[in-house]
């Protein structure tokens, strides 16, 4: 396990940026060149719920550096269990982990994923890189489109693995932007695709929480029968708002994150 929390976040941000060039140009249009400069808000990781890989599996990780559970979602239509963890120090960012529920599934989908899991080495998901080691297994592109055609979540984790799906700006924290539709604005008049399912903007004040995200990047993916892009991971950025007792709500709504999921879709 990780011994220090910077050095999971700094590989995971590392990571994140290979398939997420455009992550890169976002920080210095936000008015930051450097990752410290820009506050993360959360991140997020995909899992399925086999027991070897399975959520709690990876909130090992992070309950061995000091990070707690805090609230659990439930998305229904996408057959989705999730959790997010925050630490007693503010300035980490929270963690959102999803797991498909694999039971709510075809048996054909079933399949395919129990195969790609089996061939993790056990000490993988134990070892310090888990959370970004990316894909364990081979897979071809007929299993690929298979997959798609009923979960695109699985898919997405069939050919990216263990990674993070998304970084997200705390908005709160930028000096020059206030609002999420200023942000919004700066990254289409820099010709970034902004998701749009649900409306540009997720949330409301009245739910404490707006989000909103770019559209993923496209990354080649090598599958055992030839090469092809597929979209990778996005960036996110947040805006909460106070609760009565003048603290930041620090949840997630699952309405918004619904939504939010769809940044990875295909086009």
């Known amino acids: 396990m990780h011994t220090n929390v910077k050095d999971l ?13 455009s992550a890169k140009k976002i920080h210095q249009i936000l008015g930051s060149t450097q990752q410290d400069d820009v506050i993360n ?45 925050e630490h007693t120090d503010p300035s980490l960012p929270k963690v ?32 310090d890189n888990f959370l970004y080691s990316g894909r364990h297994w081979q897979i071809d592109q007929t299993s690929y489109e298979t997959l798609l055609q009923e979960s695109e979540y699985a898919a997405w984790m069939s050919v990216w693995g263990y990674r993070a799906n998304h970084f997200t700006v705390s908005v709160n924290a930028l000096a020059n932007y206030e609002t999420l539709e200023s942000v919004n604005q700066a990254l289409k008049d820099a010709g970034f695709a902004l998701n749009t399912s649900g409306g540009e ?59 939010i999921f769809e940044s990875t879709n295909v086009r």
Not at 62 to 70: F, M, P, Q, S, V
Not at 216 to 227: R, Y
Request: charged residues 25%; contains cysteine.
């Open 9 to 21: 976040f700094d590989n995971l941000w590392q990571n994140y940026l290979e398939v997420t060039p």
């Open 41 to 85: 808000d959360h991140i997020a990781l995909r899992t399925f719920n086999i027991e070897k890989v399975g959520l709690d599996k990876l909130a090992a990780h992070l309950l061995a550096l000091g990070y707690t559970e805090g609230g659990e979602y439930h998305f229904e239509a996408k057959k989705l269990y999730a959790k997010h963890f």
């Open 96 to 127: 959102f982990i999803s797991e498909l529920l694999l039971e709510k599934c075809s048996e054909q989908l079933q399949s395919i994923v129990r195969k790609l899991v089996e061939q993790i080495p056990a000490d993988a998901v134990t070892a």
């Open 201 to 259: 903007i997720k949330g409301t004040p009245e739910v404490l929480l707006e989000q909103s995200s770019t559209l993923a990047d496209e990354a080649p993916v090598q599958f055992t029968d030839g090469s092809r892009n597929i979209p990778s991971c996005f960036y996110e950025f947040a805006r909460r708002y106070p609760m009565a007792n003048g603290q930041l709500y620090g949840g997630f709504v699952a309405a918004s994150a619904d939504k």
